[in-house]
């Protein structure tokens, strides 16, 4: 069984998905405090305008993770309307 929680959020624009996140409340795994070395806040993009991938997100995720969808909150630029699928739990 699964359930789904839907949560909206009104931001300034742009602005950075783990700092979005944790005003929310919303809880992603930041072991790097958001530095973009630890890989440990990937999430998935689902819709929306975000910034284009950055050298630590190729790095760490790699062509293959980035082409579906997957992202780094901590490198991320959420520049309009979104919907984020969280990933590590
Ligand atoms: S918090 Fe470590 S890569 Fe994003």
Redesign the pocket.
Known sequence: MKVKFISNIEIEKPNNL?KIAKSARVKIK????????????IVKVLEGTVSKPTKQEKK?LGEDKLSKGYR????VEVMDNAIIKLVNK
């Open positions: 783990l930041d072991s790097c405090d958001g530095k973009g070395k630890c890989g440990k806040c760490l780094l909150a901590c490198e």
